[in-house]
């Protein structure tokens, strides 16, 4: 079955340090994959877009990477400041056309 | 301006009654879509409409009735709720049900008692 996996584990992280969440999928072959981010209370918003044939994306501090051939992505977030912390999701859309959410990883930033 | 927007925000009902979440875009997007996040902060689709036409209908009971009087207006209506249906339900939508990114709507909060 069509599977995507986050780390269920919340992230901790010291200010200033990068952030590197994963998203590995299974059964799905993405022509693309989505990051979004979500604050408590609020629906989430979405952050980056990479493609197949993207290797990496960058925009500001966060970089994204795509590896089809591990079927993972890798999202970074680079001199990570306590306003980062949130819940990150990864999203694939199937051929039918949905848009399915990864469980999503909590990253708490301490100062 | 609020590009997608649901209410209401908050709704607390018995067991058993009927109850309608509203949501609108004014994004110009031709899909819209009802997610329900439960406990576990779990995003599951279950539904999505294109162009006011259903294309996604996931395995959601039949007591959930979504409508799209027009493009821009998603509204689902929910009969006989029941304890299991307590959850944040979330609106979106995209510019066509192909490739680009989703806006969401704030949540509605329903808690049934």
């Known amino acids: 079955s069509q599977k995507i996996e986050q780390n269920s584990e919340a992230l901790n992280i010291q200010e200033g340090k990068t952030a590197t969440l994963t998203c590995n999928y299974t059964?799905?072959?993405?022509?693309?994959l989505q990051w979004y981010r979500q604050d408590p209370g609020r629906g989430p918003v979405f952050l980056l877009l990479?493609?197949?044939?993207?290797k990496e994306k960058r925009k500001e501090r966060l970089k994204v990477t795509f590896d089809t051939t591990l079927k993972q992505s890798l999202f970074h977030i680079t001199a990570s400041q306590p306003a980062d912390s949130a819940t990150y999701l990864c999203?694939?859309?199937?051929?039918?056309?949905?848009?399915?959410f990864g469980q999503g990883t909590e990253l708490s930033v301490k100062p | 301006d609020t590009a997608v927007s649901q209410t209401p925000k908050y709704l607390v009902t018995q067991m058993g009654n009927d109850k309608s979440i509203k949501c609108e875009q004014n994004?110009?997007?031709?899909?819209m879509y009802w997610y329900k996040q439960d406990s576990k902060k779990f995003l599951k689709i279950m539904f999505s409409?294109?162009?006011?036409?259903?294309?996604i209908n996931e395995t959601v009971p039949n007591r959930f009735s979504p409508k799209s009087p027009d493009k821009a207006h998603l509204n689902l209506h929910i009969n006989s709720l029941e304890l299991g249906d307590s959850a944040v339900y979330f609106c979106?939508?995209?510019?066509?049900?192909?490739?680009?990114?989703?806006?969401f709507g704030q949540g509605t909060r329903l808690t049934v008692v």
């Open positions: 979106a939508s995209s510019q066509d049900q192909v490739g680009t990114e989703a806006f």
């Open positions: 059964n799905y072959s993405p022509a693309y």
């Open positions: 990479i493609r197949e044939n993207e």
């Open positions: 999203a694939l859309r199937n051929q039918g056309g949905k848009l399915i």
């Open positions: 994004l110009g997007h031709d899909t």
């Open positions: 409409y294109n162009n006011k036409e259903l294309i």
